[in-house]
């Protein structure tokens, strides 16, 4: 089983981020789930969203403190939250930053792989809007391969109908641009 | 076979009610509402379910007009939680007692104060006594499942009673999951017309809910007592009459690696898959642990629970609700009222956890399987306990 | 219909005791609950009706003449049909007995 720890502020589509990695999963005929923290949602106040994937039927119904991934998906967050908390040693953090890995790993002692993409940049020239949860996927989905890329593609189409083209490009771009660091 | 989806569990119950092709949908549409509702509004106003949505004023208002559509002879679906439960607490007797086949999903929810809007059982299990039938389900696809069938017990000539379908508040109605989605020609297949035995008809006048006299009231909480006991039997038809057309078998109370388990673990609702994981883990530790969950909780199947734990050593009872000053929670009091009689009397220790949405983890289970081995070494432990809480249970009071 | 027995077993309740007797509260015979109970002077009375249509009980009917009848098996002297009529033709008397 794979768990999966979304960090981003009310409004910017954690929740949606893991909904479309989990039905990707399910469309794949995987088990998942996915779920908010369960708090008021207040736009712009810092949430989480968790995300399970798993070959056998899930059964656990906890939230998500020892996740083996972890997604940042606005920068600020990383000031409030100590995102690494319960991070799995071979984990993968993927943040949305401008900043390079040398240079978050030193302001905030991030540990393990570590995948940077600016999204913020991404989303506001695909999609016209900072609005990250898609872009962040396409970082997410290069540094693990937790998912099928077309089957996410997918969903994100099913989600978006209409305005879906900027959210694939987005997916897209992240996915070609994001930097691993080992 | 219905299509697999990655739903969110709310919406998955609101597709299986509009499966049911239900008739009247009343419901309070704010907090403490859910999706349930929210996502049958928007089937009905696209005219994807030829039912009528009254939206009112209060729960106590959407049970009202339950009672009165389920009066006229029409299929009626409600949702609520916490709160919006306990605001309809009077109305449910009058629908239970009326024999008005309402059905009624709730989303568990902690009562305030202080307000908390999550997970735990304060709300149905102060409506333990309304005289519905209520059954909880474990998983988004129990749920969606139990909707169906909910309306089937509900209807049968030889029930005639409203039925709450319990699932979890956010722990299941805010997850997505894999989902199989009822097939509307499949459910029309299943849960035929209602018929109603009798209803408001100005061509045959009768009255609903008239003054009960002292000389009548006993017979008529009898009459009440006999229908819900007698559920059973039909009840377990439906569970295997859906398990034959859909493939998935209910029953009233479910086990997990209970041969040879000398501690088992007592559970309701959706904690109990964490509770199968960590009966996993237990086991390929060594202990002998298995799981006994509830599922149907009105009418009790004491006598399924009792051939459950044949064997068993000890119980450990994890309750998601407790009476302040009384005897503990209520599902270990029920457990040890029904087994005060039996030889040999196993020891039940009382686990009071995940109150207003704390997470119930391995921790807690180990906790409570700490206690009942306690117990089974002859120490002295606490009668229940708030297994969770800071500073102790039995501290200073 | 028959007229449902007062005490029956529990058995023979009606589904959810609902009364299947329509008009089954005639059987209640709410006239003796009266402390006072009202006289027409004919005299003065001019057969409107008006007393007939207000009566909550609906226990006064208009006869062949013309003339009001307070049905006194039902009639609980509420004093609506004197407090309505408007040619003042009703007076409550007070019950001896």
């Known amino acids: 089983m794979v768990e999966i720890r ?11 981020s893991a909904e479309l990695l989990a039905q990707a999963a399910i469309a794949q005929d995987r088990y998942a789930q996915a779920f908010p923290s369960f708090g008021p949602e207040r736009r712009g106040a810092p949430v989480v969203a968790f995300a399970r994937i798993d070959n056998k039927p899930i059964r656990v119904r906890t939230v998500v403190s020892k996740p083996d991934n972890v997604i940042v998906l606005d920068p600020s967050i990383l000031r409030i939250v100590n995102t690494s908390l319960g991070l799995a040693e071979s984990g993968v953090q993927v943040v949305n930053s401008s900043k390079n890995a040398a240079t978050l790993r030193k302001e905030f002692d991030l540990k393990g792989k570590l995948v940077t993409v600016n999204a913020n940049r991404i989303a506001a020239e695909e999609i016209g809007r900072v609005i990250t949860n898609t872009t962040m996927l396409g970082a997410l989905v290069k540094a693990t391969g937790l998912v099928d890329v077309d089957l996410l593609v997918e969903q994100i189409q099913n989600r978006f109908g209409r305005i879906a083209g900027g959210n694939i490009k987005a997916f897209k771009r992240a996915f070609d641009e994001c930097v691993i660091d080992e | 076979m219905g299509e697999r989806k990655g739903v969110e569990v709310s919406i998955a119950i609101a597709e299986a ?155 299941l109605s805010h997850v997505i999951e894999p989902i199989e989605m009822l097939d509307r020609d499949e459910v029309k297949k299943f849960l035929p017309d209602y018929e109603p035995q009798q209803r408001l008809d100005v061509d045959n006048p009768i009255t609903m809910g008239p003054v009960g006299m002292p000389t009548v009231y006993t017979e008529s909480k009898m009459a009440a007592e006999a229908a819900i006991r007698r559920s059973y039997g039909p009840i377990l038809e439906t569970f295997d009459e859906f398990g034959k057309q859909f493939g998935r078998q209910y029953k009233p109370v479910e086990t997990y690696k209970t041969e040879d388990a000398e501690v088992m673990l007592i559970t309701m609702g959706g904690i109990s898959e964490t509770a199968m994981s960590w009966v996993d883990e237990r086991r390929a530790a060594g202990e002998k642990v298995g799981l006994v969950r509830f599922r149907l909780w009105r009418p009790l199947p004491i006598e399924e629970f009792k051939k459950a734990i044949k064997g068993a050593k000890a119980l450990a009872v994890i309750d998601r609700h407790f009476s302040p000053g009384g005897p503990g929670g209520p599902v270990a009091q029920e457990i040890k009222y029904n087994l005060y009689e039996d030889e040999p009397r196993i020891p039940i220790v009382e686990c009071v956890a995940g109150l207003g949405g704390r997470d119930v983890d391995f921790n807690d289970f180990d906790k409570a399987l700490g206690k009942a081995k306690a117990v089974l070494n002859g120490e002295q432990v606490p009668p229940f306990e708030l297994i969770q809480v800071r500073g102790g249970h039995h501290g200073e009071i | 219909m028959t007229k449902q027995s007062e005490t029956p077993r529990w058995q023979e309740l009606a589904l959810g005791t609902a009364v299947t007797d329509p008009g089954s509260a005639r059987y209640n015979r709410t006239g003796d609950w009266r402390s006072s109970r009202p006289i027409w002077d004919f005299d003065k009375c001019v057969k409107c009706g008006v007393c007939s249509i207000f009566c909550p009980e609906g226990c006064i009917t208009m006869q062949a003449d013309g003339l009001p009848l307070a049905d006194m098996e039902y009639c609980k002297g509420c004093s609506i049909c004197m407090v309505e009529c408007w040619t003042g033709c009703i007076e409550m008397e007070e019950e001896k007995e």
């Open chain 1, 6 to 16: 979304f960090h981003g502020r009310g409004g910017q589509g954690a929740v949606t």
């Open chain 2, 17 to 171: 009610a509009a499966a049911c092709d239900v008739d009247c949908i009343a419901a309070y549409p704010i907090t403490p509402q859910t999706h349930v509702v929210e996502h049958l509004s928007e089937i009905v106003a696209e005219g994807e379910l030829d039912a009528e949505f009254i939206p009112v004023e209060s729960e106590h208002a959407a049970m009202s007009a339950c009672c009165g559509t389920a009066a006229a002879g029409a299929r009626t679906f409600t949702a609520t939680a916490s709160q919006g439960l306990a605001l309809m607490h009077e109305v449910l007797f009058i629908a239970s007692s009326l024999r008005l086949p309402i059905v009624m999903v709730v989303a568990n929810r902690a009562l305030s104060a202080p307000i908390n809007i999550w997970n735990d059982h304060s709300d149905v299990m102060t409506e333990r006594d309304v005289g519905w039938v209520q059954i909880f389900a474990e998983n988004g696809q129990e749920a969606a499942d139990l909707v169906v069938q909910a309306h089937k017990i509900g209807e049968d000539k030889r029930v005639l009673l409203p039925v709450m379908v319990h699932f979890d508040g956010f722990i």
